[in-house]
């Protein structure tokens, strides 16, 4: 299988899996130990997860502080819910786990709406009276990359705290300046699944959502993995040493496949965007046909989560386009381990089922 789906998980680096061997215990190893437990083994595991913290925090703004979480969507829960902001604006391409929430604790919401190109205008009107902004780095359908600083300056002209799903962004991109609360996901840049993270500016508070024990910082209880932290850890560091040739080797990348796609319709900003994202349609397609007809390669037609739904993106919609339109696009995502020689075959494959359907792709 080639594997071109990154919006949806990373590859686990081997370092990062390395990383998690001792901490995952195992015959004469003492690496199972309980974290918050006093004897040495325990201060062991608990000395892992400050390493760990300190290499995920290397990936944030400084001026704040890192609460580990089970994946990015407790963060984003944390960070919604735990901040009591009452009236909440969103964009209209969030992720599912911010505009459920938000629509959750806010039924009469303010959707900041995106242009044909999917993004937010620097310049949007916020409500008086805003509470907290949430406003996405990279978009997960469409790559799209959002004027988060002179967003978060106009909602804190208005007192609102601003979040920032920084999921797809982090490991890869500089995170936003202005956000007050960033989270991130630990498999979304070469870490393992079951771990993510909130960053929290100084100065801001929330509420627990989870307690009854007073871990992290007394925001999120519950017995944390030295393991899952440990690669999520290693992971992150391996983002800021490998920064610029990973982002050259996408940069090629994405030459290759807008090239071998040049009839294609881009959906999203040609330029405010990451170049890990690829998302095209064409008119006529089949999507869901192509994807279960094209066995050799691991694509999408958008959101993992939403995947099987049934229902059109609301990501493309918001865009402008039609419900037809919507089911006609593809979302192909790359990254470090994807290779130049399997980037052509997957293409060349895509294309092809592309033909069988009559088009002329």
Known sequence: MI???YQATTPLAPEARE?????LGGPG???????HSPYRAGRAAAAA????????AALLPPGGRVIFTSGATEALNLAIRGCDAGALA????EHAAVLDTARALDPALTLLPVDRDGLVAADVVIPAGTGLVAVMQVNNEIGTVQPISAIAARAHAIGALVLCDAVQGAGKLAMPDGADLIAISAHKLYGPKGIGALWVRDGVTLDAQITGGGQEA???SGTLSPALAAGFGAAAHLCTTLWESDAEHVDRLWIQARTAFAGWALNGSATA??????NVRLDGLDAA????ECRTVAISAGSACASGSGRTSHVLRALGLSDKEAKNALRIGFGRYTGTEELDEAMAAITAAARAQGLPA
């Not at 190893?29 to 974290?35: C, H, I, L, T």
């Not at 997860?49 to 995920?56: L, T, W």
Request: net charge neutral; charged share 20%; proline share 2%.
């Open 3 to 5: 594997y071109l789906d």
């Open 19 to 23: 990383a998690m061997l001792h901490w």
């Open 289 to 292: 046909r192509l994807m279960s």
């Open 49 to 56: 997860i400050e390493v760990a913290r300190d290499q995920v």
């Open 218 to 220: 007394g925001l999120r």
């Open 273 to 278: 965007r990451w170049h890990g994202n690829l």
């Open 90 to 93: 969103v964009s209209a391409i």
């Open 29 to 35: 190893s003492d690496g199972f130990a309980n974290p």
